[in-house]
C-alpha cells in the first residue's frame, strides 16, 4: 500500500508540474516541484536553490507538530 502511496505523490506532482506548463494559475506549483529541478538543471547540476528548502523544512515540520501528539500513546502496554 505504501507502495501505491508514493506513486499517486510523485504522479500528482508530475501532474501539477505539466499543469503549470499549460495554466498560468499553476505556474507557482513548477517552481517548488521536485521535477523542476531534476529536469531544468539536473539533480546538482545547477545548484541548489534556496526555493527548494521546502523539501526539506515541511517533512520537518510535520515531524514537530506529530512528536507532541504520539508522545502521549502508550503503546507498550496496549
Given at each position: 500500500m505504501?507502495?501505491?502511496?508514493r506513486r499517486t505523490v510523485a504522479f500528482a506532482g508530475y501532474v501539477l508540474y505539466v499543469a503549470g506548463e499549460f495554466v498560468e494559475?499553476?505556474?507557482?506549483?513548477?517552481?517548488?516541484?521536485p521535477f523542476q529541478q531534476a529536469l531544468e538543471g539536473g539533480p546538482l547540476g545547477a545548484g541548489l536553490s534556496?526555493?527548494?528548502a521546502w523539501m526539506v523544512l515541511a517533512p520537518l515540520v510535520l515531524l514537530a507538530a506529530a512528536?507532541?501528539?504520539?508522545?502521549?500513546?502508550?503503546?507498550?502496554?496496549?
Open positions: 505504501l507502495r501505491r502511496d494559475a499553476l505556474e507557482f506549483w513548477r517552481s517548488i516541484s534556496v526555493v527548494y512528536v507532541p501528539v504520539f508522545d502521549r500513546r502508550d503503546i507498550v502496554t496496549a
